[in-house]
C-alpha cells in the first residue's frame, strides 16, 4: 500500500498560479500512473490531469489543458501539478491518486489510492 500527502493549497485570486505537490511513501508509485483529480462541493470527483509512470506521457481535461502542468520526479517520489491562469471554477478539493502501470485512466474507480486532498480557492 502507498500513502499519499497532497499540499501547496491554498487561496488565490483569479490569473493567479499555485503548484501542488503529492509525496508517496510507503510502497513506491515508479511503476505507476499518477493523476490529479478534484471535486468541488455538491459535485463528483472528476479528471484533471494524469502522468505515465516515466513522466514521458501526459494527459489533461480540456477544462485545464494549456494551464495546468502535471510533471513527477520519481526519485523523490513526488508528483507536481502547477497550475497557472487559475478560475473560480477551479475552486475544489484536489487530490492525487495512484493508477495503473499502463493505460492512462480518468476515472476515479481506476485508481487504487488517495491522499486526503488539498483545498483550493480561486476568489474572483
Known amino acids: 500500500q502507498v500513502q499519499l500527502v497532497e499540499s501547496g493549497g491554498g487561496l488565490v485570486q483569479t490569473g493567479g498560479s499555485l503548484e501542488l505537490s503529492c509525496v508517496a511513501s510507503g510502497r513506491t508509485f515508479g511503476r505507476n500512473n499518477m493523476g490529479w483529480f478534484r471535486q468541488a462541493p455538491g459535485k463528483e470527483r472528476e479528471f484533471v490531469a494524469v502522468i505515465n509512470w516515466s513522466g514521458s506521457v501526459t494527459s489533461y481535461a480540456n477544462s485545464v489543458k494549456g494551464r495546468f502542468t502535471i510533471s513527477r520526479n520519481n526519485a523523490k517520489n513526488i508528483v507536481y501539478l502547477q497550475m497557472n491562469s487559475l478560475k473560480p471554477e477551479d475552486t475544489a478539493v484536489y487530490y492525487c491518486?495512484?493508477?495503473?502501470?499502463?493505460?492512462?485512466?480518468?476515472?476515479?474507480?481506476?485508481?487504487?489510492?488517495w491522499g486526503q486532498g488539498t483545498q483550493v480557492t480561486v476568489s474572483s
Open positions: 491518486g495512484r493508477g495503473g502501470a499502463g493505460s492512462l485512466y480518468t476515472e476515479p474507480y481506476q485508481y487504487d489510492s
